[in-house]
């Protein structure tokens, strides 16, 4: 099993920053592509960033530029800079990866997910 937990969410004014982290500990061989996403209230989940393990990323056009997604395999952690916050960022965000088990195939765990809200 693996287990993946989010922390660095909370309340912060527009215009602000954050910085989320997600770190995955268990059955872990090796981690693949890591995910942050979020959901909003009445909203459909939508991926935020992406990064591989060679360390390429990919953005949703609405934080290019704003958003810096992060990892360091050593410590199989992974995180979320958040720069120029605005209202429209309130949401739960979760962490998402793919992970090569000893003793299992690749499999998809999220975590359990951590509130940011921007007040403006």
């Known amino acids: 099993q693996v287990q993946l937990v989010e922390s660095g969410g909370g309340l912060v004014q527009a215009g602000g920053s954050l910085r989320l982290s997600c770190a995955a500990s268990?059955?872990?061989?090796?981690?693949?592509?890591m995910d942050w996403h979020r959901q909003a209230p009445g909203k459909q989940r939508e991926l935020v960033a992406r990064?591989?393990?060679?360390?390429?990323?990919n953005y949703a056009d609405s934080v290019k530029g704003r958003f810096t997604i992060s990892r360091d395999n050593t410590k199989n952690t992974m995180y979320l800079q958040m720069n120029s916050l605005k209202p429209e960022d309130t949401a739960v965000y979760y962490c998402?990866?793919?992970?090569?088990?000893?003793?299992?195939?690749?499999?998809?765990?999220w975590g359990q997910g951590t509130q940011v809200t921007v007040s403006s």
């Open positions: 268990g059955d872990i061989r090796a981690i693949n592509a």
């Open positions: 998402n990866a793919a992970v090569n088990s000893w003793y299992s195939p690749e499999s998809v765990y």
């Open positions: 990064i591989t393990s060679g360390g390429s990323t």
